[in-house]
């Protein structure tokens, strides 16, 4: 039972950091961005061919795959991105989409379609014992990581410059730019640290979830799930909307294996039929 | 005096061009010139139904749906069960999958009235996604990820026996496409399908006027769910085979490719569109058979970046030019 809510926490956190960049561009700046799944594909095989081919250390390759699929972020915001955020929904949707497979052909053919299996090191396979519960170092470290990236994230938002800024922008970007806020560059490097931040979660989940050339396919609607039940409102929303997701997604196939992922998408139709505007979201109309 | 105009102006778009002839002659002259084609051609008509389908919805009524395979699956596998169970007679299975298909889309039909753009596409993803999920889960009826089979599928109205060569089913799938076609093109200039543009283009200016907003789009889901059910119906009689294939995530995203290539809300853009798209693949999975996906992902990408209108803008520019030179 306990071990079942550690798992899941630890799954919900992961999905947290993979989805939050996404509450930014989708949630805030109201781009829908399918593709979000493939920046954090990029951080797993990242990691993945840094720690099983060229003997990397795990908690190294971690850094580097989310560098690298912030990069990534900033050079298709800078190059793709920037021409499609005015665009109709249906154009967003078609681009993003079109992105995704693209990623995925480019994987499969560099990687092969089979899945990914990350070497982890010796020390994160052991199990810490509490006498109550024995929880897998692996877990642990993915929730240690997560929160402190959470809690990051929320003083950032709330407490720097840059934040501040963020929210400006997002609120009302013709008023900030008379402000003398360059809004295109603090939603760069926003888009940036979400690809990275997404890049961070592939490489650090990449044993629990699985990675293989479908992986941005396969976690698309958990993301969104996360934004849309989440509300664009900071990040309290995603985060607990996340956690959710994540205890009942594996509570869901401990329970009742033979029902699957069915809940979990019947709960979503429900869900965005009764609170359209996300689950935690203030009553206001925006 | 006005009242006479706007008859006039509302029968205009009603009367058939000569562009409309020449592209339905053509059709029957690719099923005549090309017998060793036929495989293709009954791919292609099976897609521009699907893509009619989501034109209605998309480009008609203007939701934006990722989960269109939802009903072109649901009609696959019922036509297959239908089939199996011993009534091998296909329109009787059309008639039977297009039902299953139009329930379906009537009762999730509520769940896109709300929301924005997000919601909608979130939510008929997630239909989709549920019903995939059912048709694994359900091996016993579905047969799960072996895919359906033992589909017995009769003459055509009990005279039509399908051949091995495919030239039956092109011609059956032909004649459904085009009977579809005309339905929904009747439908289009009904009081019906100006009320839906109608809601398409202003909702608070519909609803002010007097249209029932949700009841008209309740209809015309509905009535595209049937068409992209008479479309997975096609399919399962025609190859006499379901697998999960038929509501993956990519068939959705696929058709509505196929419609943004040959343009939205004129029912044309689904069939010119699937025939540009099949040619396309054709050519490009000789190339490179294991990752068609890249160049459709390419295709995509490149469309929206350089703009539709543009692409699509330039050639009709060009014919304006011709014409008003000539």
Redesign the interface.
């Known amino acids: 039972m306990l071990t079942i809510l550690v798992d899941g926490l630890a799954y919900g956190m992961l999905l947290f950091v993979l989805a939050c960049g996404l509450s930014v561009t989708l949630g805030v700046m109201n781009f829908i961005n399918l593709a979000h799944g493939a920046f954090a594909m990029a951080g797993g095989y990242v990691a993945v061919v840094l720690v099983n081919g060229y003997g990397v250390p795990f908690l190294l390759a971690l850094p580097i795959a989310a560098i690298a699929a912030g990069l990534l972020g900033v050079v298709l915001e800078q190059t793709l991105y920037v021409h499609v955020y005015r665009r109709s929904h249906l154009d967003q949707v078609l681009f993003s989409i079109g992105l995704v497979f693209i990623a995925m052909a480019v994987v499969d053919y560099t990687q092969g379609s089979q899945q990914q299996f990350l070497h982890l090191p010796n020390f994160l396979k052991t199990r810490i014992d509490l006498g109550v519960v024995s929880l897998g170092t692996y877990r642990v470290l993915i929730i240690c990581i997560c929160g402190v990236l959470a809690l990051a994230l929320q003083a950032i938002l709330t407490r720097t410059r840059f934040g501040a800024r963020l929210r400006a922008s997002v609120d009302d970007p013709v008023t900030a730019r008379g402000l003398g806020i360059n809004v295109n560059a603090i939603f760069a490097a926003t888009f940036g640290v979400g690809s990275g931040l997404a890049g961070l979660g592939g490489a650090l989940g990449a044993e629990i979830l699985g990675l293989d050339p479908s992986f941005p396919l396969k976690f698309m609607v958990y993301f969104l799930i996360v934004v849309t039940a989440g509300g664009a409102a900071g990040m309290t929303g995603p985060f607990l909307a996340a956690i959710l997701l994540g205890v009942a997604d594996v509570a869901g196939k401990y329970y009742f294996p033979s029902v699957g992922a069915f809940i979990i998408y019947t709960l979503v139709i429900v869900l965005l039929v009764w609170r359209p505007n996300g689950l935690f979201a203030a009553a206001s109309g925006r | 005096m006005n009242h006479q105009r706007v008859r006039q102006a509302l029968a205009a778009p009603r009367r058939l061009r000569t562009t409309e002839f020449v592209f339905w002659l053509a059709t029957i002259a690719a099923y005549v010139l090309l017998p060793e084609r036929s495989l293709l051609l009954n791919e292609t008509a099976i897609l521009g139904l699907f893509a009619l389908s989501l034109d209605l919805v998309?480009g008609i009524a203007g939701i934006?749906s990722?989960g269109h395979a939802a009903f072109f699956g649901l009609g696959a596998y019922t036509a297959g069960l239908v089939g199996k169970i011993g009534l091998t007679e296909p329109v009787l299975g059309l008639l039977v999958a297009g039902t299953a298909a139009g329930v379906l889309g009537f009762a999730t039909s509520f769940?896109v009235l709300?929301?924005?753009?997000?919601?909608r596409?979130?939510?008929t993803?997630?239909?989709s996604?549920?019903m995939l999920?059912?048709a694994?889960?359900l091996t016993s009826l579905t047969g799960g990820a072996d895919g359906l089979q033992g589909i017995v599928i009769g003459a055509v109205l009990g005279t039509f026996e399908f051949d091995m060569f495919g030239r039956v089913a092109v011609a059956y799938s032909l004649t459904v496409l085009f009977l579809a076609f005309l339905l929904a093109r009747w439908l289009l200039h009904t009081p019906f399908g100006l009320a839906v543009r109608a809601i398409a283009a202003n909702p608070l200016r519909s609803a002010a006027i007097g249209i029932p907003n949700n009841r008209r789009l309740v209809g015309i889901y509905t009535i595209a769910a049937v068409v992209a059910g008479l479309a997975g119906a096609l399919l399962a009689q025609t190859t006499q085979f379901v697998s999960l294939d038929v509501l993956a995530?990519h068939r959705s995203?696929e058709v509505?490719?196929v419609l943004?290539i040959g343009g939205t809300g004129y029912l044309y853009g689904g069939l010119v569109g699937a025939v540009l798209f099949k040619l396309l693949q054709d050519q490009l999975s000789d190339l490179t058979p294991?990752?068609w996906?890249?160049w459709?992902?390419?295709?995509?990408?490149a469309?929206?970046?350089v703009g539709?209108d543009r692409v699509f803008g330039a050639p009709q520019a060009l014919w304006r030019r011709i014409r008003s030179a000539a």
């Open positions: 998309l934006v990722l769940l709300r929301g924005s753009d997000l919601t596409l979130m939510v993803l997630s239909v996604l549920v999920e059912l694994n889960r995530f995203a509505m490719l943004v294991q990752y996906q890249f459709l992902g390419l295709i995509f990408v469309l929206v970046v539709r």
